[in-house]
Every structure is written in C-alpha cells, then in structure tokens.
C-alpha cells in the first residue's frame, strides 16, 4: 500500500505542480495589488472634501505639545502605546522634530487612541503618561512616552510591572506616580482622545492631521516613512 501510494502520488505530482504554481502567480497579483494599512499613501492635499478632520479638537495649554506651539506647522498624531507602527511613527516623528522642531517650523502634538480589543494594556500606559505629566509637566511626559516606546515590544507586550520602573528611570517619585496610576484619574481624558480621534476619521493607529498655518488640513494614515511625511510638511509650509 506504501509503494502504491506512492505511485499514485507521482503520478499526480506533475499536473499538481502546476496547479499549485497556477494558484501561486494569481494569489502574487492579487496581493501585490493591496498596499498595507501603514503603507497608505499620504494625502498631500489639503483636504477639503474631508469636513471629518475639521473635527480634529482645537490645540491649547492642555494638550501635549513637543516644539513650539506657535510653530506654523502642527501634526497631531492619535496613538496606542502597544501598536507596533506606532513605535515605528514614533521614531519618524522624532526624527521630524530633529529637523524642523529645532527651527520652530513643526509642533508634535501627541493624543491617546488605544485599540481595546488589540491592546488592553495601551489604556493603562496611556494613563501612565499622564500621571508623568501631571508629577513632571511636560518634559516628563515626553521622556515617558519615549521610553515606552523604545522598551515595549508591543502587541500587548510590556509587562505592567515596567510602568513604576520607567517612572523611576525618567526621575519620578515612584510612590506618587504609583498613587496616580492607581486612582484611574486620568481615565476620562483618554477616552475623550480617543472619541476625538474617531470623530476625525481615525480608524487606526497611527492617525495623524498635519494643521498648517492656514488652517488647511492633511491626512497621514498609518506609519508612514520619514521622506513621505516630509513630503507633507514641506507641501503644507508653501
């Protein structure tokens, strides 16, 4: 029975192979023809026909704002601590502030959108960053966010253990930022974040709106490379 199943199977090995290499070629161009969620290009366009992202709330003092807030050039970016291309965007948009922070033509302006049924853990952090705040101001916050960022291996993966330890690495007073994170204070804010980030559009994350100094607004979907969001910025300073 062995031999004879074997002999079976070569004889139909020949016209499999080309099924399957049939199959192999149609599923190439038809998966070739889908870009990525994080591969979307960039809407360098003002978006006029997109009244949702006038929705996008109005920047002031309490908002977390790297650069200055006078910068004629301000990209708000809606973002989950435990998204993978967020961690990705995060390095594009430090890069970003590198180039154009430094001349004051860029603010990065940071709110929360955590994806719940991805990420339980991102509300906690989120949180996290605001009691940073809150004990700090603002250049805590900022260290706080960076190090999440540069230490979780997202997807859920940061061991909430870690959240005391990175206040303590960013010089705060562990037993206040633990008082903090654990009274659910900041519970609120977040979720007006990430409600905002839904009324303007934002299905994902990362969402951002690039405000130029016209008040003409773009659309960056996703995690997108360095040169495509310079791209926007430089169209958006014209």
Request: glycine share 6%; net charge negative.
């Amino acid at each position: 029975m062995e031999t004879e199943t074997k002999v079976e199977l070569n004889k139909l090995s020949v016209p499999m192979a080309i099924i399957i290499a049939g199959v192999l070629v149609a599923g190439a161009v038809y998966f070739s023809s889908i870009k990525p969620k994080d591969a979307t290009p960039v809407n360098q366009q003002p978006n006029t026909g997109n009244t949702s992202l006038e929705n996008v709330r109005a920047i002031n003092e309490t908002d977390h704002i790297r650069g200055n807030i006078n910068a004629p050039i301000k990209i708000v970016e809606y973002s989950d601590t435990e998204c993978p291309f967020c961690k990705r965007f995060h390095t594009t948009m430090q890069r970003v502030m590198d180039e154009y922070g430094k001349n004051n033509k860029v603010a990065w302006i940071y709110r929360h959108s955590p994806i719940d049924t991805l990420h339980s853990k991102a509300r906690k952090e989120a949180e996290a960053t605001e009691c940073a705040n809150e004990l700090g101001g603002s250049e805590k916050f900022w260290a706080y966010l960076d190090r999440i960022y540069e230490i979780t291996p997202a997807n859920n993966g940061l061991d909430p253990k870690e959240l005391p330890n990175i206040a303590l690495y960013v010089g705060l007073n562990v037993a206040d930022f633990n008082t903090c994170l654990n009274s659910g204070k900041y519970a609120q804010r977040i979720e007006e974040d990430l409600q905002n980030a839904n009324a303007t559009g934002g299905g994902g994350t990362p969402w951002s709106i690039v405000v130029a100094k016209d008040g003409k607004k773009y659309s960056i979907n996703g995690a997108q490379p360095y040169e495509m969001v310079k791209q926007t910025i430089d169209s958006a300073l014209k």
